[in-house]
């Protein structure tokens, strides 16, 4: 059973999230704690791909990213962005790297995609290094479980909608 808050956060106690670099949580509590003689109200966040629960003040939580599962729309320019051409990208493994990073470290469904996107034609070529092999294993963790959540599916439907688009593109 959901417990309604009546305290004025953006987010409410049930509702499904992202934490960028984390991935999909749901708020399993909203609630305020002491910390050094102040009352802060906090968001309990339950991370299922890692099995844990984060804490995060409430007036944090935007500068952290956090955010709500994108609309279904989103998703499927996210499914489409994937199935479009790869763009060339950097021979430089460090350079790619970072590219990777930042976009990963934006936490849009969309950045996600052209990472996965990248990384997968990419290693279609040649095998990655094991930090870019990293980054599209948290990537790809990332999209699928967005995806799923968004589209309301199951992560084994999610996953085979992504690597379907990957491998049409790669066809062609």
Request: aromatic fraction near 6%.
């Amino acid at each position: 059973m959901e417990k309604k808050s009546t305290i004025d956060t953006q987010f409410a106690d049930g509702q499904t999230i992202v934490y960028p670099l984390q991935g999909v949580g749901r708020i399993t509590e909203i609630f305020k704690k002491d910390f050094k003689g102040n009352e802060i109200l906090y968001y309990n966040i339950y991370l299922e791909v890692s099995d844990m629960t984060v804490m995060v003040p409430v007036d944090k939580a935007v500068e952290l990213g956090i955010r709500a599962i994108v609309p279904v729309k989103d998703s499927e320019r996210a499914l489409q962005l994937i199935s479009e051409p790869n763009e060339p990208v950097t021979g430089d493994w460090k350079m790619r790297y970072q590219m990777n990073l930042d976009l990963l470290k934006s936490g849009s469904v969309l950045d996600i995609a052209v990472v996965v996107r990248s990384l997968y034609h990419r290693s279609k070529v040649k095998e990655l290094p094991i930090l870019e092999r990293k980054i599209f294993d948290t990537a790809l963790k990332l999209l699928i479980d967005e995806i799923a959540s968004s589209l309301d599916k199951d992560t084994d439907e999610a996953e085979e909608m992504i690597f379907s688009r990957l491998e049409a593109e790669s066809e062609e």
